[in-house]
């Protein structure tokens, strides 16, 4: 791979609508109809003249996805209430590879306590694909926000690694200048804490130096960059240099953005979570939750020794909402992490995961009974990683110590984590129970 320089951060389908569904489950948020044709599922007709503004949300079935949708139809941001009214303040729009799965995300927002009449009267689904052209000029039509969400996960580290960069830097650059072409106010990226503390300039950083949205993942010696993390760099940085390429300002200046069609610059905001945890409004197999399930089904022999950071999928969808319309975030990235800051100096939403499988065999009783004890030693772990490929994925991390800063969402957007580290990995392996089911029981 090339040596790459991240940007000065100093310049800076056929079917009816579903019917009403009963009384729905408890919200899970705290304080804080037309049919669908063969191609697509549209608004009803009034839409042509409601003059709510209508979101794009790529990448519909996913895990924070979902989230960032029934935040955006629950009517309140960044904290929003149980939905007491069938007009949210926007009209959705959700782009999904394949229309079988429409069902899917109308269970999962009633499972967030959606009215069922919100969802028919608000939200729409468009197929696209972010490896092809095809469909993404219709799914920005008429479009004053994006919340561009979609990219590649892998579960194992790819064979070529190309294979997952290629899809989510084109990905990206795809939406982006069809949001552009199709004169879009605004765009908010999910990028990943992944495009900031990887690579030779981290490595012997000072771990009680906090990492803030200044720095940025290096590629100069791309061995020691994990795959998704170049991924999400390049991805990024593709992002950056689009909207200051086609503006002719500064990445990170007040000049930043790109003219649409219509006249109007584009302003790009990016949000860089750490590790998103919380409940799953159905069955999920994001990566995240195949920790939790390897530990909760004994799969695991012990546990590494990684720190993470973490913040609950409720306040991650919250800060998109609030990143999509706040004055102050355009031209501006976002790490996103949960827990309370200590001394202003940052620290809080970190665990070492020998803390979360400490959570989950005394918080969860029988149910967390096969979760291990045993610490790895760290050669062990390196030992396991030439033979298992998944294991490869943990040695970026492997005995490193962070701090990592959220500060800048809460003093800049007054955003604030409602979540505990411990509440998210709790509601995540929660989720796994109820809807893959308890860990099967070995046999005698």
């Known amino acids: 791979m090339a ?6 951060p100093d310049k800076p389908a056929s079917s009816s609508a ?8 408890p919200s899970p948020f705290r304080s804080p109809s037309s049919p669908l044709s063969p191609r697509f599922s549209s608004f009803s007709s009034s ?29 309140t941001t960044p904290s929003p209430p149980p939905p007491t009214t069938t007009t949210p303040p926007y009209r959705i729009r959700t782009t999904l590879r394949s229309l079988s799965r429409i069902e899917e995300i109308k269970s999962s927002l009633r ?21 092809s052209n095809d469909g993404w000029t219709t799914a920005l039509k008429d479009v004053t926000y994006v919340q561009h969400i979609a990219s590649p996960f892998p579960a194992h580290p790819p064979k070529d690694e190309y294979d997952l960069i290629i899809p989510a830097v084109e990905g990206t650059k795809r939406v982006l200048r069809a949001a552009k072409d199709a004169g879009v106010r605004r765009v908010v990226l999910t990028s990943s804490f992944a495009a900031i503390a990887y ?33 999400k760099t390049l991805a990024e940085q593709a992002a950056w240099e689009l909207v200051e390429g086609e503006s002719g300002g500064s990445m990170f200046g007040s000049e930043a953005g790109s003219r649409g069609t219509s006249g ?10 750490v590790n998103i945890y919380g409940p799953a409004l159905g069955r999920e197999d994001c990566t995240t939750f ?50 309370r800051e200590e001394g202003g100096g940052g620290g809080g939403g970190m665990l070492w995961m020998e803390e979360m499988a400490r959570i989950l065999r005394t918080k969860l009783g029988e149910k967390g009974k096969k979760v291990p004890a045993l610490v790895l030693p760290d050669v062990l ?12 994925l943990l040695l970026a991390d492997l005995g490193v110590r962070r701090v990592i800063s959220g500060k800048k969402a809460r003093e800049m957007l007054g955003w604030e984590s409602r979540y505990s580290s411990e509440e998210a990995i709790l509601a995540a392996a929660e989720s796994i129970l109820k809807f893959n089911g308890p860990p099967a029981e070995a046999e005698s």
């Open 18 to 25: 579903v019917a009403d569904s009963p009384s729905p489950s």
């Open 199 to 231: 690579g030779a300039r981290h490595l012997g950083r000072d771990p009680a130096v906090p990492i803030i949205e200044d720095d940025w993942t290096d590629l100069s010696k791309p061995r020691l960059v994990p795959a998704y993390a170049k991924s």
């Open 111 to 131: 499972e967030a306590s959606i009215p069922q009449s919100t969802i028919t009267s608000s939200l729409e689904f468009l197929p696209a694909d972010l490896s």
């Open 47 to 75: 839409s042509q003249t409601d003059p709510r503004p209508l979101v794009l949300v790529t990448g519909g079935t996913g895990f924070l996805a979902k989230w960032v949708i029934a935040t955006l139809l629950s009517q």
């Open 290 to 339: 195949r920790s939790i399930s390897e530990f909760l089904e004994g799969n695991a022999p012990g546990i590494p020794r990684v720190q993470f950071g973490v913040v609950d999928v409720r306040d991650c969808a919250a800060l998109h909402v609030l990143a999509m319309t706040h004055a102050a975030a355009s031209a501006e990235r976002f790490i996103c992490i949960g827990g």
């Open 381 to 392: 772990v390196r030992g396991v990683a030439m033979f298992m490929p998944v294991a490869k």
């Open 264 to 273: 109007n610059k584009m302003e790009l905001v990016v949000i860089n979570p």
């Open 3 to 8: 040596d790459s320089t991240p940007p000065s």
